[in-house]
């Protein structure tokens, strides 16, 4: 699976929207990005996966660039309950060993 | 259904000692994963079955370690003659490979520690 780089860390103000980057600029044709996020203790989430379109879900949106090298995760309004790592994977559709890497932690303060 | 459950929560043990972790997937899901995650690590494979049938192991899995999941339904993990490097968090995902990907739900996870 390509290899993604995330920031290791950003902030956010509460009710705004986060934009957490990625990017994976050795992607193959068949890999998709699949975000996850790990809220403290306790195991990660599924937010939302894609391929090259731009993806919406009730929880995020996925905006992948034109040449797939790379993408951006959107919270458009952020809460306190969205403090918590995020994980940015580059891999195979429905993908066994997926390589979390370390994440990118996002801190929404009030 | 409540989702991927993980037993125990926490487990103390000794080095040298022998522990076991159980995870009960989602009921319909046919994939169940196992993975382990060190502080300020993300999660590392260690294998998965479909169904029944173990198809990857990761080289992490050293000897010491089994996994089994009889039947297709719930998995256990096993390790054999605990080292303090196998403290960590084991975490458990289960899904289901079919037309839709919905990624995997993982459990809370068990907390090893090793003294």
């Known amino acids: 699976d390509a290899k993604t780089t995330q920031p290791p860390s950003m902030d956010c103000a509460e009710g705004r929207a986060a934009n957490l980057p990625c990017n994976h600029s050795t992607i193959s044709g068949n890999e998709y990005v699949y975000w996850y996020r790990q809220i403290h203790s306790q195991g990660p989430q599924y937010i939302i996966h894609?391929?090259?379109n731009n993806e919406t879900n009730e929880m995020a949106s996925l905006i992948i660039t034109e040449d797939r090298k790379s993408s951006t995760l959107i919270l458009p309004h952020a809460t306190l309950r969205d403090t918590a790592v995020y994980y940015c994977?580059?891999?195979?559709?429905?993908?066994?060993?997926?390589?979390f890497g370390k994440g990118t932690s996002l801190l929404v303060t009030p | 259904d409540t989702g991927v459950s993980q037993d125990p929560r926490h487990k103390i043990t000794k080095r040298g000692q022998n522990v076991t972790f159980r995870c009960d997937p989602i009921s319909e899901h046919n994939r169940l994963y196992w993975y382990r995650q060190t502080l300020g690590q993300g999660p590392e494979f260690l294998t998965y079955f479909q169904n029944e049938a173990q198809l990857e192991k990761s080289r992490l899995l050293s000897d010491r370690f089994s996994a089994e999941r009889p039947k297709g339904s719930f998995s256990t993990l096993e390790i054999q003659r605990t080292e303090q490097g196998d403290s960590a968090m084991y975490l458990c995902a289960s899904s289901f490979l079919g037309t839709e990907d919905y990624g995997y739900t993982f459990g809370s996870g068990t907390r090893l520690t090793v003294v």
């Open positions: 894609g391929l090259k």
């Open positions: 994977i580059a891999s195979g559709y429905s993908g066994y060993a997926l390589n």
